[in-house]
């Protein structure tokens, strides 16, 4: 039995290579690792590899270089229609919220005919219709939470936003001899309003007179810079 190994996208489809037709709903156009029987009644094995979403006029390439062409089968489906766009728009919305496939159309919406899809659009002030067509709807986009390797091309590492108060070498250079015992247990970064008592304008220090002593167990050494 011949494989289909790989898919080729409806621009590079030549109708001469084209030997048979697939016809599929749009549940079955994400199929692999099965075996399909196409219009003509030429039989093959599904073998990609990875599951890959099959769209009307694609083709599965044969092991021997002919092609089985996707046609999208026709499917019954709800026709939704509204005398003003903001409810088609409003409606479209829900939809996505609840992650309904849907094709969109410059003046109406295709949905899968469903009881309960039907009382929503009613619900949404739109009028529909139950019609047999082929069903191509809109592409999903997964919105996932970012962070580090998403893919998104964002740079997600958590950076210290201090705000532009980035003091780590702010030039005062304490020499306390004690390896700093003011470690303040937090280690947070020093900047205006941090609440450590050191006044930290960009002025040359000229001997402020900090009397450290207590608060920071400096013990009343100067700050010579």
Known sequence: MLRATSVL????VKAERVVDTLPLGHRDRAINGVTA???GGLEFAISL?????????DALKLEDGTLVQIKAAPESLLEIRAEKPLRLVRLAWHLGGHHVPAEM?????YVPNDAALGELVRGQGCSMTVVERPFQPEAEVHHHAHGDDCGCGHDHHHHD??????????GHDHAHGDKQEHDHKQQHAHGEGCGCGHDHHGHGHHDHGHGHGAAHGHKGHSHDH
Request: net charge neutral.
């Open 9 to 12: 996208r409806k621009a590079a």
């Open 37 to 39: 029987r196409a219009t």
């Open 49 to 57: 590899d990875k599951a890959t979403v099959l769209n009307d006029g």
């Open 105 to 109: 159309t410059s003046d109406a919406l």
């Open 161 to 170: 936003h201090s705000h532009g108060h980035d003091h780590a070498p702010h």
